[in-house]
């Protein structure tokens, strides 16, 4: 099982990216995707999923600014940040689901400044 994830990088407040995860190894259609982010001395924090059958969820602090996408054909999860302020600094993971057993990506560094 691979993840990779790409699309990191340095944006001024304000500002977007669109990062991508490319899945190998698994079922991909049948995998729930997410993306989870760890900033520096805090816990990784859940910032989208999307299960196998399309459905999203996002806590309220990305809420209307991030946007998570699957494209089955492709085995890439994206998640696409807009409107992204400082606090949304933090390595960003994509995680891939599918009942009991999980699996990581290394992570891209997404950093907002001020």
């Known amino acids: 099982v691979q993840l990779v994830e790409s699309g990191g990088g340095l944006v001024p407040a304000g500002g977007s990216l669109r990062l991508s995860c490319a899945a190998s190894?698994?079922?991909?259609?049948?995998?729930?995707m997410g993306w989870y982010r760890q900033a520096p001395g805090k816990q990784r924090e859940l910032v989208a999923v999307?299960?196998?059958?399309?459905?999203?969820n996002y806590p309220d602090s990305v809420k209307g600014r991030f946007t998570i996408s699957r494209d089955n054909a492709k085995n890439t999860v994206y998640l696409q940040m807009n409107s992204l302020k400082p606090e949304d600094t933090a390595v960003y993971y994509c995680n891939a689901a599918f009942r009991s057993w999980v699996s990581w990506g290394r992570g891209t560094q997404v950093t907002v400044s001020s």
């Open positions: 999307i299960t196998s059958g399309g459905r999203t």
């Open positions: 190894g698994i079922v991909f259609s049948i995998t729930d």
